[in-house]
């Protein structure tokens, strides 16, 4: 019999001889303890056993890995995305205390919306924005607050998200010399006059100058 890992044919995941020898005359249960007990979960000898046997979906393997990792949100989201290749509920409320595997969570296992993690999420301007990106795909007006607190985020949220002028964050991108300009030369096009003064003497104003023919 023949089965599939990650699309790929599982005879490059064959156990070598030694490992078969441990295994072959234990239950389902003792295999997923011996397995968890003698390699890390990140390890590839821990997820060739379970897939060798078909144990990564047993009820059993999820619980013993749950609570050997229970403070280690990356161990439980690899694991969800390795070897159960899907959402696990009971591992969710430890993911999401972790903003960046929450944010990895809801993008290559949900793929959409969690909108329970949300609030950890928009905690940091960085994976706001990232989760407007490629989550939400459009504006996330809750997280806009922490959004516009870091210019380049700010700058990059206006051009992609909004696509034109974010008057409330424009006081927080005009004092970065470099998003000024990214600012009014990709969302303004054209010039930003208040925003000058902060550009002047900075590597940035010939830039702006030329770019505008000043």
């Known amino acids: 019999m023949w089965y599939c890992f990650n699309n790929v044919n599982l005879s490059k995941y064959r156990l070598d001889k030694e490992l078969l020898t441990i295994f072959e005359h234990l239950t389902d ?10 390699y890390p979960v990140k390890d590839k000898d821990v997820k060739n056993i379970f897939t060798y046997y ?39 409320p430890i993911i ?40 939400i795909k459009g504006r996330w007006p809750e997280a806009e607050p922490t959004i516009m607190t870091n210019p380049h ?7 992609y998200m909004i696509e034109g002028r974010w008057l409330e964050a424009e006081p927080i991108i005009m004092t970065y010399p470099e998003y000024a300009y990214f600012y009014s030369r990709d969302v303004i096009r054209g010039r930003w006059p208040e925003a000058e003064p902060t550009m002047k003497y900075t590597n940035y104003w010939p830039t702006y100058k030329n770019h505008f023919k000043l």
């Open 29 to 38: 249960e003792q295999k997923i303890e011996t397995a968890i007990q003698k």
């Open 54 to 92: 078909e144990l990564e979906q047993h009820p059993y393997a999820k619980k013993l890995i749950l609570d050997k990792y229970k403070n280690s949100p990356r161990d439980l989201f690899r694991y969800a995305r390795d070897m159960i290749s899907g959402r696990w509920p009971e591992a969710e």
């Open 96 to 135: 999401m205390t972790d903003l960046l595997y929450a944010y990895y969570y809801s993008r290559d296992i949900i793929r959409g919306r969690w909108s329970e993690a949300e609030p950890i999420i928009m905690s940091s301007s960085e994976y706001a924005y990232l989760y407007a990106l490629y989550i």
């Open 153 to 159: 985020y700010a700058y990059r949220y206006a051009r």
